[in-house]
């Protein structure tokens, strides 16, 4: 009987070291920000790979998603014979959900596995005790510079994927099923206001934090609980990354959503 | 040459998670030697390796740096002890996304102000220092094993450390780089005097570079002094290690049966 309790009581501190760790790891992280080494460099660098090179990836997905809409919504709409309304409801859905949502998942499985498979082979390689070893501080170093390029480049990504989106929708509806441009245009306007759009950078602005804290952080402890660093835990941590980093962005959505409605 | 000690280790102890893996540790480290730390694999060396250089948390009244408790330090103290010190890890731990030049400039350029010309000119006269000047722009992955090290070596030595800690500078090399690694720590430590910590389980190599030695055998020290102490010891594992004798297969029957069966063995 004693076994499965110390096992519940060892799991249970185990969590809340965890979650501790994660806690702190955040506020280094932050710190970094005013620690050398100078960010400007590694930042342009990150937001060259983490946003650049997520354009083409989120341009397809935000233009099909956009089309998927406009005919899904075309088939529903038409049969109250609200056709017209197929701007708004392809603006509304991207503006507010899709588009934040979707630029986050893809620059999860894109940047933040490569972020957390980056610094977990600097882990096993020894290369973060190197930068301790020359009184680097690697939150500094590795952390930051990732977390700044999130933040910098997720909110675009989702203008980006917004904008496509639309286009998409309109290309469809317009183009393809016969809806009128003005009409389009017009609910699209009419239905999209500020608070839409500022309902979608602040999910972007979360959702970047989120990415870059959890992927950074997987990468940073890989092995590191086991006391084992291979090739195995650096896989190990890439697969967490993505998965619990896309979870913590579903929820932070489902939150804001709530608040701000 | 003086004989004062720069780390004092006093009664050593570490663990991993509940596990001991060092005791009751006791010995000094003389400034401007060499100090070489052998014995077989999983027998500690690296564990010890780790508090000196700081990477594993030291308890406060074992490890004396300069005479100040390294397990008292801030993380202020530590990093001003970290620049005085260099360290070559085995693998070299060279960073992969920088050229050879980015990874050796790189301390003075977080850690000084020096124009990008003096910077460039003192990489270069590391990079010299250790025989691959031409090299400077190359990428890790474009380099040999052997390279590398001497690549962590120079990026080791550019902030010109007091002391230099060097983690199995000669395994996986050639018998030939291998020689010329052991030769640039020697010529260190006489023309510029830098206290070298080397750990090591080649023989060859510990013995031609020492000014003292330590054997460790399981976590403990099996005995320290000079090259010629060590050679003479009486001691039966010291003597083994020396003559690269493996171990007798030997198995407590009882504690075999234990292992095999649990509980069930006593039950």
């Not at chain 1, 972020?115 to 930051?144: K, N, V």
């Not at chain 1, 389009?184 to 306007?189: E, N």
Request: contains cysteine; proline residues 4%.
């Amino acid at each position: 009987m004693v076994n499965p309790v110390r096992s519940l009581g060892a799991y249970a501190l185990r969590q809340v070291y965890s979650a501790g760790r994660l806690g702190m790891f955040f506020v280094y992280t932050v710190r970094g920000l005013i620690r050398p080494p100078g960010k400007f460099r590694p930042t342009v660098k990150q937001i060259q790979f983490i946003g650049a090179k997520s354009i083409a990836v989120i341009g397809f997905t935000a233009a099909f998603t956009g089309m998927v809409l406009a005919l899904q919504g075309y088939h529903t709409l038409t049969r109250f014979g609200a056709e017209g309304w197929l701007g708004s409801a392809v603006g509304l859905s991207l503006v507010r959900e899709l588009g934040p949502v979707l630029s986050a998942l893809m620059v999860t499985g894109r940047a933040g596995s490569a972020m957390a498979a980056e610094i977990g082979i600097m882990r096993i390689e020894e290369q973060i005790d190197a930068l301790e070893c020359m009184a680097i501080d690697p939150f500094s170093y590795l952390a930051t510079p990732r977390l700044l390029a999130c933040v910098i480049s997720l909110p675009l990504l989702t203008s980006f994927c917004d904008a496509l989106g639309i286009l998409g929708g309109y290309l469809i509806g317009v183009g393809l099923l016969g809806v009128s441009s003005g009409a389009f245009w017009s609910g699209l306007t009419s239905s999209v206001d500020w608070g839409d759009l500022y309902m979608g950078l602040i999910k972007s602005v979360c959702f970047s934090v989120l990415i870059a804290w959890i992927s950074t952080y997987k990468g940073y402890y890989a092995g590191v609980d086991e006391g084992a660093f291979g090739p195995e835990q650096v896989g190990r941590a890439t697969t967490e990354a993505v998965v619990i980093s896309s979870i913590a962005v579903l929820i932070c959505d489902y939150v804001i959503t709530s608040i701000l409605l | 040459m003086s004989t004062e000690n720069i780390i004092e280790i006093r009664g050593l102890n570490s663990f991993y998670n509940s596990r001991q893996v060092l005791f009751d540790i006791t010995f000094p480290i003389p400034v401007s030697r060499v100090t070489v730390i052998m014995g077989v694999s999983g027998c500690g060396k690296t564990t010890l390796f780790r508090h000196l250089t700081g990477l594993k948390k030291t308890a406060p009244g074992q490890i004396g740096i300069d005479g100040k408790d390294l397990g008292v330090y801030s993380e202020t103290m530590l990093m001003a002890y970290r620049r005085r010190i260099g360290v070559l890890f085995q693998s070299g731990a060279l960073f992969n996304s920088l050229s050879l030049n980015e990874n050796i400039a790189m301390p003075l350029h977080v850690h000084t102000d020096l124009a990008e010309e003096t910077i460039r000119i003192m990489t270069l006269m590391k990079l010299n220092m250790v025989g691959l000047a031409e090299f400077g722009d190359y990428m890790p992955s474009q380099i040999s094993g052997g390279m590398k090290k001497r690549a962590g070596l120079a990026r080791a030595l550019i902030m010109d450390p007091e002391m230099l800690f060097v983690d199995e500078p000669s395994s996986g090399l050639d018998p030939i780089t291998a020689a010329g690694l052991d030769r640039l720590i020697q010529n260190l430590r006489q023309t510029r005097g830098v206290t070298i910590v080397v750990v090591t389980h080649e023989l060859e190599s510990a013995f031609k570079i020492a000014d003292r030695l330590v054997v460790m055998d399981d976590g403990r020290v099996l005995a320290s002094g000079a090259p010629e102490e060590i050679r003479n010891s009486a001691d039966p594992r010291v003597r083994q290690f020396l003559s690269r004798e493996a171990d007798s297969y030997k198995m407590h029957m009882e504690a075999y049966y234990e292992r095999l069966l649990g509980d069930q063995w006593r039950g």
